[in-house]
């Protein structure tokens, strides 16, 4: 569950932002308004802030982590990440997207974290990406630019 009004914001205008860059997408985020509302599922352990299905084949499954403040510089964050890159990469047949999200404030530092750490992971259907609260910059695989916006 969201920690924070903090987190919650930034949970909802990151799925708001996933609506409108994806067409016919339907999301789930994990913020409950009332007892039985659907959640995200584990993945690799971690439950995800925000899951995204779409019938488009480029973009089969978009898993998105919401980080506020220091939270993005601790491992269990690296941990999130990789176990969900790692289910991405499981789906040989389908494209997947991972997004972190994050304040603006803390957006250079994540991108440095995502350049560092998991730009050998991007291909061409495995895609990974920043949300700063207002755009969307994909991070590019060896070779290509490495960031650009969506």
């Known amino acids: 569950m969201s920690e924070s009004a903090a987190h919650r914001k930034l949970v909802v205008e990151t799925s708001n932002a996933i609506k409108r860059l994806y067409s016919g997408i339907h999301v789930t985020i994990d913020i409950s308004e009332k007892p039985g509302d659907p959640v995200p599922t584990i993945i690799g352990g971690y439950r995800p802030d925000i899951v995204g299905r779409c019938t488009d ?42 997004i972190l999200a994050v304040e603006g404030n803390i957006s250079d530092y994540s991108r440095t974290l995502l350049n560092l750490n998991y730009r050998q992971r991007v291909t061409e259907n495995i895609h990974i990406k920043l949300f700063d609260g207002l755009d969307f910059w994909s991070l590019g695989s060896s070779g290509e630019t490495i960031w650009r916006l969506s």
Do not use: W
Not at 67 to 86: E, M, P, S, W, Y
């Open 57 to 98: 084949p480029r973009i089969h499954l978009i898993i998105a982590e919401a980080k506020i403040g220091g939270d993005v510089k601790r491992h269990h964050t690296l941990c999130q990440i990789n176990a969900f890159i790692g289910y991405l990469e499981s789906m040989k047949s389908a494209d997947g997207t991972f």
